[in-house]
């Protein structure tokens, strides 16, 4: 028989320890850091990428032709040279950076203060290049290389793990950069941590919520594509949305799949030319950016939140094939090396699925197709549908689409299952077989040994 809680007693024991109240302040003012350092990033993309449009509407956008290629060009070098742990999304260095086997110098390799900066600092040029970016996984990076920077000040009896703060971190990028709290909790069990740790998830939440906050106090309580006018949903609508959540799954998992081949080493001939000629090879796929961006009027630059804003407007003229010339220029941006994520683009390129279906049956709800497209192409490439659905449903205040969005992001994320494997978790063993298998001498410098790009 348990007994009942003696509340006085439990009153006295967590008032009677101050070594834990000084270990939660320190835990809640990291992650105030980490909070003003996604805001402070997201200042930075967007400023960055104001000015490529700037560059891009200069003389009828020829420079790019020139600037882009070069700027990707000089990314990279300095990503592998200074900063290799930096390159990519961010998410697998932080599911990587998890396990338990690792020692501290193995594990600043994937997550540091260092990195972080370095993060933040290339991943701005990445949007000056207008590359096919976004910036919600590279936060995720960002905000646990500050929280886990807490854990020097925790002895070896703390309760605080640095699991704990790398999910707290993690999950709190993830708040930070979508204005979305609940979404970041979701995602710290769903894709960052499986589970939570029981005697530490209140002070996780709470680190998620102030960071959440943070962004909140800067760009206001709105969601991050407004409120979306959905007319109400009959049988009619069944079809099409079936339609966009099928075609989401397999295009997400063919964009995981190769994703996934792309960035593991496979030894397909171009891989072996990117490994040998790493710089000569960004240049390349920068100039084909660059083109294919030119052949949509600049659709396909930058995370695609404008267009997505359009689309939920039904402002938007979309070049017929958006959503292919969009897939191509995420996965050339990422395949090149450059720091930077894929959550903001998959979201554009589901949009563009739910649109063209829209177009393609004449159906008058739009705007909930180009949402359920949204949650269900990001669910079918990492996989993670309560995380894809609760992201958007935020994002578009589309709380009476719930079930819409639920159900096309899990139909979804089973089609991608079946085409290919968990990409983030896949990137994450990569990465640290190569880390384990190969540990740096004290002597080396942390920017001489390039990781692989995730």
Not at 10 to 32: H, K, M, P, S, T
Not at 270 to 276: D, K, Q, V
Request: charged content about 10%; hydrophobic content about 50%.
């Amino acid at each position: 028989m348990h007994q009942e809680p003696d509340f006085i007693q439990n009153l006295r024991q967590e008032f009677g320890d101050g070594w834990r109240w000084i270990e939660r302040c320190i835990v809640l003012a990291y992650a105030v850091a980490a909070g003003l350092c996604v805001v402070g990033f997201t200042m930075i993309a967007e400023a960055a990428f104001s000015w490529f449009m700037r560059i891009y509407h200069w003389q009828g956008g020829w420079a790019v032709l020139l600037w882009t290629p070069c700027l990707t060009a000089g990314i990279v070098w300095a990503t592998r040279r200074w900063a290799p742990g930096a390159a990519g999304s961010g998410i697998p260095q932080v599911m990587a950076a998890q396990e338990t086997s690792l020692n501290d110098q193995q594990r600043s390799r994937f997550v540091s203060l260092w990195l972080s900066v370095s993060k933040i600092s290339l991943a701005g040029l990445g949007f000056l290049a207008g590359l096919s970016i976004g910036r919600e996984g590279p936060s995720v990076q960002v905000a646990a290389g500050v929280m886990h920077h807490a854990k020097r000040w925790f002895g070896p009896r703390s309760g605080i793990t640095s699991h704990a703060l790398l999910v707290a971190g993690g999950a709190a990028g993830i708040a930070a950069a979508f204005n979305a709290p609940l979404a970041g909790v979701v995602f710290a069990i769903e894709e960052l941590s499986r589970k939570l740790e029981s005697r530490a998830s209140g002070l996780i939440i709470a680190a998620i919520v102030l960071a959440g906050l943070m962004g909140v106090s800067f760009f206001g309580n709105l969601s991050y594509f407004g409120r979306i006018q959905v007319p109400g949903l009959g049988w009619d609508a069944l079809l099409p949305g079936i339609c966009v959540a099928l075609s989401c799954g397999v295009l997400g998992g063919l964009f995981a799949k190769l994703m996934a081949a792309s960035l593991t080493g496979a030894p397909e001939r171009l891989n072996r030319l990117r490994a040998r000629f790493p710089i000569r090879f960004a240049a390349g796929g920068g100039l084909l950016i660059a083109v294919i961006g030119l052949a949509t009027s600049g659709a396909t630059f930058g995370a695609g939140s404008e267009e997505v804003k359009h689309m939920l407007a039904g402002q938007a003229e979309m070049p017929t094939l958006y959503v292919t010339l969009k897939f191509i220029a995420t996965w050339l941006s990422a395949w090149v090396g450059v720091p930077g994520g894929i959550f903001a683009p998959s979201l554009s390129i589901g949009a563009g699925v739910g649109h063209n279906v829209s177009l393609l049956m004449g159906s008058d709800i739009a705007p909930a197709l180009i949402a359920m497209g949204m949650a269900a192409f990001l669910a079918a490439v990492t996989q993670a549908p309560l995380t894809a659905f609760i992201i958007v449903m935020e994002m578009v205040d589309g709380h009476s689409m719930v079930l819409s969005l639920m159900a096309a992001a899990m139909l979804a994320s089973l089609v991608s299952r079946m085409i290919a494997r968990p990409l983030y978790e896949t990137l994450a063993n990569y990465m640290l077989s190569q880390v384990q298998g190969s540990t740096p001498s004290k002597e080396e410098e942390p920017g001489q040994k390039s990781l692989p790009s995730p």
